[in-house]
């Protein structure tokens, strides 16, 4: 999963993204540090029958202080970091295994930078946000986060 969560009333995807960050690992970024990686809808991680609708951003590499201060809060377990380059946990969230990795993938800095957290090339104005359920640091990790706009998921069909 990643950092993420619904729309307050009048937020805008990249406020509620920024928000969503700042609340759930402790970093600031502001929406203007986003950019859009893209819009997925797929179903439901840990809530059987329910589709996710996500808007996902990435941003600039973290700083090494930026680093060091990232810590999970709200309902957020662990922070993990996940190499693009190699195998995928099979734990993760569908939206995540299904549209965001391989989408990060040709963006990524793999072999580019050993401590980058962004997509490569890393664009002017983009900071980071950080994916959900981290551990560790990986040579090609990327960043990102996400916000889910109303209307509430719908059941899908049986």
Request: hydrophobic share 25%; glycine share 6%.
């Given at each position: 999963m990643l950092v993420g969560g619904k729309l307050e009333p009048g937020e805008t995807a990249a406020a509620a993204a920024s928000r969503?960050?700042?609340?759930?690992?402790g970093l600031i970024r502001?929406?203007?540090?986003?950019?859009?990686?893209?819009?997925?809808?797929?179903e439901a991680a840990n809530e059987p029958g329910w589709r996710v609708s996500s808007t996902i951003f990435v941003a600039d590499p973290l700083t090494d202080d930026e680093r060091s201060t990232l810590e999970p809060r709200a309902e957020i377990a662990e922070i993990r970091w996940l190499d693009l380059a190699g195998d995928q946990p099979t734990d993760l969230a569908p939206l995540l295994a299904r549209h965001v990795v391989p989408a990060l993938r040709p963006r990524s800095p793999i072999g580019k930078d050993p401590d980058s957290c962004a997509p490569h090339p890393p664009p002017?104005?983009?900071?980071?946000?950080?994916?959900?359920?981290?551990?560790?640091r990986s040579p090609s990790s990327t960043c990102s986060a996400s916000a889910s706009a109303p209307p509430p998921p719908t059941p899908s069909a049986p």
């Open positions: 969503e960050v700042q609340e759930e690992v502001t929406a203007d540090q986003l950019t859009l990686l893209g819009r997925y809808d797929e002017s104005s983009q900071a980071s946000s950080e994916p959900t359920r981290p551990i560790g």
